[in-house]
């Protein structure tokens, strides 16, 4: 009897290893992509690659191409290899327009940054009732860089019908301070005015990660007796940090590239005192008619914004696996 069982739990075995290795041969087959699906991926992935090489790759390799050359105006092009590069570096307005980048890229990232955060954590607390305030400030972000432009200038008016003078006029009679005007306040001003647009942004992130903690982990705080404040600091702030770590990689991006309401308020002066990276790009390339040489700054921009973006999407690409 002995034997007739374990001659027959061997046979039940090799059945049962049998009936795997068949699934794991199924398996292994439905999960190995099938041929005959190709043709169709490669019908919805060539539209994809033709847009991407026509306003990405091609735009990408020709100004590299034009870095190389000095393009002025209508004369034939010489080449210069990296002479355009060695130039730019040894240009003091360049090495100016560098600094004025750094200070306004990180002044309007950090700002705009803790501001939206702060609003996210007090927010938090009445999500329902502070819903029309969320709204007009995330509608800021809505605005376009254009319009907002030209809001500012109303508001930074050098004369007394700007808005912020006539208010500083009531306790002044008579003030009047051209903030655009002056070097040592165009920057600030631009800041002001490149973050009143980008709060709205971080704020709602930094809101929506808040607003997916657990509300377990809210009540336990509650039941344990920790005030709104403690909650806010070693609850909110620790658990909503994903978003303010996304809004720090876009405003960052956003700034280190505006260009828009820089050219409406400033124009990059006074004295070039608010020129960026991408205005001076525009400046030599447009007005100054010297391609290559605006060519090579589009380069170091594209370098910037390369090393900030590839670290990010990096990190994210490994939290993800």
């Not at 490669?42 to 790759?57: D, T």
């Not at 992130?205 to 920790?226: H, K, N, T, W």
């Not at 525009?282 to 910037?304: C, D, H, N, P, W």
Request: hydrophobic share 55%.
């Amino acid at each position: 009897m002995m034997g007739q069982s374990a001659a027959k739990y061997a046979a039940g075995a090799a059945l049962s290893g049998r009936d795997r290795g068949e699934r794991g041969i199924d398996l292994a087959a439905h999960s190995r992509p099938r041929l005959r699906d190709a043709p169709a991926a490669w019908l919805l992935i060539i539209p994809v690659l033709l847009l991407f090489s026509v306003s990405v790759v091609y735009p990408l390799f020709e100004t590299l191409r034009l870095s190389l050359f000095d393009i002025r105006g209508l004369a034939p092009p010489e080449y210069v290899g990296f002479g355009n590069y060695v130039q730019l570096f040894a240009d003091p307005a360049f090495r100016n327009t560098i600094s004025t980048t750094l200070i306004f890229t990180l002044a309007t990232t950090a700002i705009s940054v803790v501001i939206g955060w702060t609003l996210a954590m007090l927010c938090s607390f009445a999500p329902r009732q502070t819903l029309p305030f969320r709204l007009m400030v995330f509608a800021a972000f809505g605005v376009s860089e254009t319009v907002s432009g030209f809001m500012w200038i109303g508001i930074l008016r050098p004369d007394e019908a700007g808005l912020l003078n006539s208010v500083i006029g009531i306790f002044s009679p008579g003030f009047s301070y051209a903030w655009l005007g002056d070097e040592t306040t165009a920057l600030g001003a631009l800041i002001v005015a490149a973050t009143w647009s980008a709060v709205g942004l971080p704020m709602l992130l930094c809101f929506a990660s808040v607003q997916a903690i657990p509300r377990s982990v809210l009540e336990a705080a509650y039941m344990d007796g920790a005030k709104p404040v403690s909650i806010m600091r070693h609850i909110m702030m620790p658990l909503s940090l994903p978003g303010v770590r996304v809004a720090i990689f876009i405003n960052l991006l956003g700034a280190l590239r505006a260009f828009d309401i820089i050219y409406i308020l400033t124009g990059g002066g006074p004295v070039r005192a608010t020129e960026t990276i991408g205005y001076f790009m525009y400046r030599e390339s447009m007005t100054q008619f010297k391609l290559g040489y605006g060519a090579a700054a589009t380069v170091v921009l594209l370098i910037a914004v390369l090393v900030i973006s590839i670290p990010a999407i990096a990190q994210r690409t490994a939290g993800a696996k």
